[in-house]
């Protein structure tokens, strides 16, 4: 664990671990996390270069998270929510943001 910071927010295991390894592999120190919440509290103490984020998560969905992350203080300042696949609804809602 070296390598800059990458959050991989996922509540499928199965895709989680292969985004994990396959980041793991090129040097990035790779956090994971079955739910949102998790993540919010982990930025408290690191914050990453890089979020990966599944929009479509029981407990706190990817929106949600987004939303919070926005209200923390020490989140990254330059963000962009990601884009869902071209098939689900929730593509249009997606856009790129930037703080001062």
Same mark, same amino acid.
């Given at each position: 664990?070296?390598?800059? @910071?990458?959050?991989? &927010?996922? !509540?499928?295991?199965?895709? *989680?671990?292969?985004?994990?390894?396959? %980041?793991?592999?090129?040097?990035?120190?790779?956090?994971?996390?079955?739910?949102?919440?998790?993540?919010?509290?982990?930025?408290?103490?690191?914050? @990453?270069?890089?979020? &990966?984020? !599944?929009?479509?998560?029981? *407990?706190?969905?990817?929106?949600?998270? %987004?939303?919070?992350?926005?209200?923390?203080?020490?989140?990254?300042?330059?963000?962009?929510?990601?884009?869902?696949?071209?098939?689900?609804?929730?593509?249009?809602?997606?856009?790129?943001?930037?703080?001062?």
């Amino acid at each position: 664990m070296g390598g800059r @910071p990458v959050f991989v &927010l996922e !509540d499928e295991a199965a895709v *989680r671990t292969v985004l994990v390894d396959a %980041l793991a592999s090129v040097g990035y120190d790779v956090r994971d996390f079955g739910d949102g919440q998790q993540a919010l509290d982990e930025i408290e103490r690191v914050v @990453p270069d890089l979020i &990966l984020l !599944d929009m479509r998560m029981p *407990r706190m969905d990817g929106f949600a998270f %987004l939303s919070a992350l926005r209200r923390t203080r020490g989140a990254p300042r330059n963000s962009a929510s990601p884009a869902s696949s071209p098939s689900r609804s929730t593509y249009p809602r997606c856009s790129a943001t930037s703080a001062p």
